[in-house]
């Protein structure tokens, strides 16, 4: 079946701009979770879905950063007056189940280059 | 908190040569442990994983193991092949609260040379 699917591949910005990234995860997945990936370093959770339940935004690094997600269905992370710090791929996955056990399945990503 | 520390790279070996990427874990509890590799040009995918302490993950001839007296989960392959070119990230997963996401170490690139 189709895998998780992210848009756009890549997005190049200018400093003080918005953007907004989306993410269509595995049909029936109920979690859904957005990561970062900086150059270099590992990846960085920011913020995970499941179901109806209120999200969890413990790892958003900034007020600037904002996640919605209609029921178990697509997500879009917006980030606003984008700076070049926030340069990075944004990874997103989804499992069936937010249970230890569970894998997650990741997307190809978001490359984005804040100018 | 929780946290994973794995060895860094880049790590560069021949091809049939025997491969160890060390991985250690902080976790209260009992974390699920799993090790993902992002091939080139490609997205992060799972290799393999263990949910509880002594089990044995293994998947492509790489294998790993849950130790809870070490806290470690290294990752082993006996004879790597130039197609096993990538980095490799291990990761660590609770249930419950706030800490449902993956806790993932720094990535450990490697590269075989035929």
């Known amino acids: 079946g189709a895998g998780v699917s992210q848009s756009p591949s890549n997005k190049v910005t200018e400093k003080g701009k918005d953007v907004e990234l989306r993410c269509d995860p595995i049909?029936?997945?109920?979690?859904l979770y957005w990561y970062r990936q900086r150059l270099g370093q590992g990846l960085e959770f920011l913020i995970y879905?499941?179901?109806?339940?209120?999200?969890?935004k413990s790892g958003l690094p900034s007020d600037r950063f904002s996640a919605e997600r209609t029921g178990e269905s697509v997500s879009t992370l917006t980030i606003q007056r984008t700076q070049q710090e926030d340069s990075a791929v944004y990874l997103c996955?989804?499992?069936?189940?937010?249970?230890?056990?569970?894998?997650?399945?990741f997307g190809p990503g978001t490359r984005l280059l804040v100018l | 908190g929780n946290s994973v520390t794995q060895m860094e790279g880049p790590v560069t070996l021949s091809e049939e040569a025997f491969l160890t990427i060390n991985c250690t874990y902080t976790?209260?509890?009992?974390?699920?442990l799993f090790w993902y590799v992002q091939y080139p040009g490609e997205g992060l995918q799972l290799l393999l994983k263990?949910?509880?302490?002594?089990d044995k993950g293994s998947n492509k001839g790489f294998e790993a193991t849950y130790r809870k007296e070490t806290t470690s989960f290294h990752l082993e392959k006996g004879s790597v092949q130039v197609s096993d070119s990538a980095v490799y990230f291990c990761?660590?997963?609770?249930?419950?609260?706030?800490?449902?996401?993956?806790?993932f170490g720094k990535g450990t690139k490697l590269s075989v040379k035929p």
């Open positions: 879905f499941q179901g109806n339940s209120a999200p969890d």
């Open positions: 996955a989804s499992s069936p189940f937010r249970q230890a056990q569970e894998t997650q399945y």
């Open positions: 263990a949910t509880k302490a002594d």
């Open positions: 976790a209260t509890g009992y974390p699920s």
């Open positions: 990761a660590l997963k609770h249930y419950g609260g706030s800490q449902g996401n993956l806790i």
């Open positions: 049909s029936g997945h109920t979690a």
